[in-house]
């Protein structure tokens, strides 16, 4: 199965998991990796860490929104590197880059697991609504943003956004 990943990565360990647990499954191909809320590449230099350490090679990672598309804000959580490699050194890029790796791997095929906010995603919309048309596949995305969580009010957490997106498809 094919699986592009849109994460927060670094601020909590479920993203971690989730990572380990994709580059673990025989059944997995990573088609791509975009990180969110990630100001100057921290997170996408993580990732490129977690990916040389687990001798990953081949897969595509891109750092995109660097705040909310809604808020303005940045991460919620501390960035905290207490406990990463040493050689974990940031990897700024262009949002542009991001959003056509998130768009190509759609176009693939891939289903978008996004873990964390879904800015990279509502940006990769917006951006097709103006300029390509609708994003195809939109009904393969998966989100386990809040999946645990029972802290968002009704309506406004990542998984309910999920739930709409099936339920519309």
């Known amino acids: 199965m094919r ?13 971690l998991a989730a990572l ?3 580059l673990g499954a025989d059944d997995v191909e990573l088609t791509g990796i975009t ?17 040389a350490t687990t001798r990953t090679d081949g897969v595509p990672v891109a750092a995109g929104a660097e705040e909310s598309m809604t808020s303005g ?8 590197t207490v406990g990463w490699p040493e050689g974990a050194v940031p990897a700024p890029g ?16 891939a289903m978008v697991l996004a873990i964390g906010p879904l800015t990279n995603l509502a940006l990769l ?17 998966s989100s ?8 968002d009010p009704p309506g406004t957490s990542s998984r309910s ?3 709409k997106q099936r339920s519309s498809s």
């Open 73 to 80: 804000a940045g991460p919620r959580r501390p960035f905290d």
């Open 3 to 15: 699986v592009h990943l849109d994460t927060d990565l670094g601020s909590t360990v479920d993203d």
């Open 94 to 109: 262009d949002l542009e880059v991001a959003l056509g790796l998130l768009r190509a791997s759609i176009v693939a095929g």
């Open 144 to 151: 386990a943003a809040s999946a645990a969580s029972t802290s």
């Open 125 to 141: 919309a917006s951006v097709a609504r103006c300029h390509d048309g609708p994003v195809p596949d939109a009904g393969s995305v």
């Open 161 to 163: 956004a999920a739930r």
């Open 20 to 22: 380990l647990m994709l």
């Open 35 to 51: 990180t969110c809320l990630d100001p100057g590449g921290q997170r996408a230099g993580l990732v490129r860490s977690v990916l």
